[in-house]
C-alpha cells in the first residue's frame, strides 16, 4: 500500500499497533501528524568539548558514559543528584541540586550530553541547564559527531525521543515527499523562506540551530496565514454576508446617563463609545473586542452600548463566567441606572426555580431590557423578546460553543466582547484577527496605581506586622500561592498548609481559602464572606484572578511569584487598589528571581506588562488554552514572528476578497488542509 498523508502511523515500520497507541498520546495518528511533530528544543553538539578540557568558569557542553549515580544530602537539608560520566579524556561530576526524580531516568552505562556552567565544588563538576540521554547502556550509542545539532522532541511515557527521532529519521524523505507547498503562492518573496519540503527536513535534521530556526519560520507562516484565512472568511461571513440590526442614534438614555454618572469619562471610554456607536449604527453586525486593564471603565462603555439598544427597543444582555461575577455587574449596573429608573434582571443558578421562572418569563415577554447573568442566560429554557445586543465579559472564560449558543438566542444581535487581559497588538491580530479590537489604556480619574515591591523571605516577620497593621485599620489582604497541596517534588508554600499557619500566625484576624478544587458554592460563600468584611485574609491560588471587586482589600501578599507569568502577577495585582485607599502588592522573591520582579514592579500598564511577558516566555499563556473549535499555534513565535503576521494576514485577507469561500480550482487543496486542521472551525469562528 502506497504510503499518504493520511495512512495511519501503526503502518510505518518500526511503529506496529502498540507505538501507535503510544503515539496517539501525543496526538499523532497519521503520517501527517507525524512530519508536523517538530523538536521543541534543539541541543547544539557541534562544539562538545572533551572533559579534560572543561575549564572552570566556562560553558560548555560535554558527551560521556555514566559511570555512577547517587543522591547527596546537604547540612541545609537539600538533596542533590549527581552523576559522574567519563569520556576518552577524563571524568567530571554532574549535580543536579534538588532534582532527585533525575535518578530514575539517568543511569549507569548511559551515554549522556550535558550542557552548563563549570563550577569548582570539592572539584571540578558540572551543573547541567540541560541533559539528554543519547544511549542506555543496552542501545547502539547515538553520539552526534563533530557539526551536529540534536533534535529533542515531545515524548510520552512509552515512546522516547529517542526513538522518536530514530523513527522520524527512518521515514523522514518519503514522508516530506508526500507534502505539497500549497501556500508557497502566498508567500512574499522579501521574507526570505524556504519550501515546505526543505523546512521541513531541516527542522527535523538541521545541520544548525540557524538553520532550524528558518524552517520553524516557513511552518510558523503557514501555520498564521491559515489561521488568518480562517478568521478572515469569518470577518467577511459576519461583516458582508449578515446583515445586522441596524439601530439608531437616539441619544435619549445615553445622554441622560452621561449627566449623571459621579465621574467624567476618560479620553478613551469616549472613543470607544464612538467606535461602538459607529458599529451599532450600521447596517453590518457589530463583532468587536473591548480590551483594557482591570479597573479601566470597560463595564461602563459596555452599558451606553446597552442603553442604545434599548432605545431602539431592543433588548441587551450582560453575560459573566461566574456567579458572584454576574451579581458585581448587577450592582454596579443597578446604581449606574438607578437616576434612569431602570432595573437590570439578574438570572443565575442559585435562584429558586419559581425565581427562574419568573425572571425567564419576563425576559421573554420583553419587561426585561437589560439582563446579567452566566450560563443560565444560553440554557433552552430562557427566551429573549428581542436580543438586540450581546455583551460577554471575560469571554475566553466561554467555549466558543456557549458564546455561539448566546448569540443565537437573538435574530442578528450586534457582539461585545470583554477582556481584561490585555495582549500585544500582534497577538491580537492572530487570536482575534475576526474581531474589531478597541483598547482602554488609560486609567479613571482618582484611581490611584498599586504600589508593588519585591522583598525577601527575611522580611516576612515585617510583611506579616504590616497585614496586621492594616488589617487592624479596617482593610483586607490577599495572601496569593501557587499551589494548593505541598509536594515532595516542589519546594513550595502550599496554599492549603499557609492557611492554617496564617490563622495561627495572624490571630485572632480572620483567615480564609479559596481555590481550585473547592466545589464552586463552597468557594463562592468564602468569597462572599470575604466581600461582605467577614474573613479578613483571604488565602488564595489564582482562582481569584478572574474575581469580584472588594474595594477594601488594600494589600496583596504573592508567593512564589517567579513561578507566574508577568501578566498573571498584573492581573492577581488588579484585584486590589479597588477603592480610594493606598494599596500595596509585595511579591516575596527568592535572589535569582527578583530582576525580573522589579521591572514587573515599576510597571503599571497591562499592555507594557503583556509585551514583556510575550518576550520573556514567548507564546506561553498568552496564546490560550485551547478551546472547544479554536486554533492551536505550534509553530508561531509571538516575540519575534511579527513580521510573519503582519505578512500573513495581508495575504489572507486578499485572498477571501477575491475568492470568499476558497471553491476557485486553484484554491481546492488549501481548503483542503484547512478542514484538516482546524475541522469545524470554519463555522464556529464567525463567532469569535
Excluded at 242 to 266: I, R, S, V, W
Amino acid at each position: 500500500m502506497p504510503l499518504r498523508l493520511d495512512t495511519s502511523v501503526q503502518y510505518l515500520k518500526g511503529v506496529g499497533p502498540h507505538r501507535a497507541e503510544n503515539f496517539a498520546r501525543l496526538g499523532i495518528h497519521t503520517v501527517e501528524d507525524l512530519v508536523y511533530h517538530i523538536p521543541h528544543r534543539y541541543l547544539d553538539a557541534t562544539t562538545v568539548t572533551p572533559i579534560a578540557r572543561a575549564d572552570v568558569g566556562n560553558e560548555v557542553t560535554l558527551i560521556g558514559r555514566v559511570i555512577s549515580t547517587g543522591i547527596l544530602p546537604t547540612r541545609r537539608r537539600l538533596q542533590i543528584f549527581r552523576a559522574v560520566i567519563r569520556d576518552s579524556s577524563g571524568l567530571i561530576e554532574c549535580a543536579w541540586p534538588g532534582q532527585t526524580f533525575l535518578d530514575r531516568t539517568i543511569k549507569e552505562g548511559q551515554l549522556l550530553l550535558a550542557s552548563g556552567p563549570i563550577k569548582y565544588y570539592h572539584g571540578r563538576q558540572i551543573v547541567p541547564r540541560e541533559q539528554i540521554v543519547l544511549a542506555n547502556a543496552d542501545e547502539e550509542a547515538d553520539q552526534p559527531g563533530q557539526g551536529m545539532v540534536l533534535s529533542v522532541y515531545p515524548a510520552t511515557e512509552g515512546l522516547s525521543h529517542r526513538q522518536i527521532r530514530r523513527l522520524i529519521g527512518d521515514h523522514l524523505d518519503e514522508m516530506v515527499s508526500l507534502v505539497d507547498d500549497v501556500a508557497l503562492p502566498y508567500i512574499p518573496a522579501a521574507l526570505g523562506l524556504p519550501g515546505l519540503r526543505d523546512a521541513l527536513s531541516t527542522v527535523h535534521r538541521p545541520r544548525t540551530v540557524a538553520e532550524a530556526e528558518r524552517g520553524r519560520r516557513r511552518l510558523a507562516y503557514d501555520e498564521l496565514f491559515d489561521m488568518q484565512l480562517v478568521v478572515a472568511r469569518a470577518r467577511y461571513l459576519a461583516k458582508r454576508a449578515t446583515k445586522g440590526m441596524q439601530h439608531e442614534l437616539k441619544k435619549d438614555l445615553t445622554t441622560k446617563l452621561k449627566h449623571a454618572l459621579p465621574f467624567e469619562l476618560t479620553g478613551g471610554q469616549r472613543r470607544v463609545i464612538r467606535e461602538i456607536t459607529a458599529d451599532m449604527t450600521s447596517p453590518e453586525r457589530m463583532h468587536r473586542l473591548l480590551m483594557g486593564d482591570v479597573g479601566s471603565g470597560k463595564t461602563v462603555v459596555a452599558l451606553f452600548a446597552m442603553l442604545l439598544a434599548v432605545e431602539n427597543d431592543s433588548q441587551a444582555v450582560f453575560m459573566a463566567p461566574t456567579e458572584l461575577l454576574s451579581e458585581q455587574h448587577s450592582r454596579t449596573l443597578r446604581e449606574l441606572l438607578a437616576p434612569l429608573e431602570i432595573v437590570p434582571e439578574l438570572l443565575i443558578g442559585r435562584l429558586s426555580p419559581s425565581e427562574k421562572t419568573a425572571v425567564r418569563d419576563r425576559i421573554a415577554s420583553g419587561a426585561s431590557r437589560i439582563i446579567v447573568g452566566t450560563h443560565a442566560l444560553f440554557q433552552e429554557k430562557t427566551a429573549f423578546h428581542r436580543l438586540g445586543l450581546v455583551v460577554i465579559d471575560e469571554q475566553h472564560r466561554f467555549g466558543v460553543e456557549q458564546r455561539a449558543a448566546l448569540i443565537e438566542k437573538g435574530e442578528v444581535p450586534d457582539v461585545l466582547l470583554l477582556s481584561a487581559t490585555p495582549i500585544p497588538r500582534t497577538l491580537a491580530m492572530t487570536l482575534y484577527g475576526d474581531l474589531d479590537i478597541s483598547a482602554l489604556r488609560e486609567k479613571p480619574a482618582g484611581r490611584r496605581d498599586v504600589k508593588t515591591t519585591v522583598r525577601s523571605s527575611r522580611s516576612r516577620s515585617a510583611i506579616y506586622q504590616f497585614v496586621r497593621e492594616q488589617c487592624g485599620a479596617g482593610r483586607q489582604a490577599y495572601v496569593v500561592y501557587p499551589v494548593i497541596d505541598e509536594s515532595e517534588k516542589v519546594d513550595l508554600k502550599a496554599a492549603t498548609t499557609m492557611a492554617e499557619r496564617l490563622r495561627h500566625d495572624l490571630s485572632p484576624l480572620e483567615v480564609g481559602l479559596v481555590h481550585g478544587r473547592m466545589k464552586a458554592e463552597e468557594r463562592d460563600t468564602t468569597m462572599r464572606a470575604f466581600r461582605d468584611g467577614k474573613i479578613h485574609v483571604l488565602v488564595a491560588t489564582t482562582v481569584i484572578e478572574v474575581g469580584i471587586d472588594v474595594a477594601n482589600a488594600t494589600v496583596m501578599l504573592i508567593e512564589h511569584p517567579e513561578r507566574f507569568g508577568l501578566a498573571q502577577l498584573h492581573q492577581l495585582r488588579g484585584r486590589i487598589g479597588r477603592g480610594g485607599e493606598e494599596s500595596y502588592c509585595i511579591l516575596l522573591a527568592d535572589a535569582g528571581a527578583r530582576e525580573r520582579l522589579r521591572l514587573f514592579a515599576q510597571s503599571s500598564d497591562g499592555f507594557r506588562i503583556a509585551e514583556m511577558d510575550l518576550q520573556e516566555r514567548g507564546m506561553g499563556q498568552l496564546a490560550g488554552a485551547r478551546q472547544s473549535g479554536g486554533m492551536v499555534v505550534r509553530f508561531t513565535d509571538f516575540s519575534k514572528d511579527d513580521d510573519l503576521i503582519v505578512a500573513s494576514r495581508k495575504s489572507a485577507l486578499s485572498l477571501i476578497e477575491e475568492d470568499p469561500v476558497l471553491s476557485q480550482k486553484r484554491h481546492v487543496e488549501l481548503r483542503k488542509r484547512l478542514e484538516r486542521r482546524y475541522e469545524r472551525g470554519m463555522e464556529l469562528f464567525r463567532v469569535g
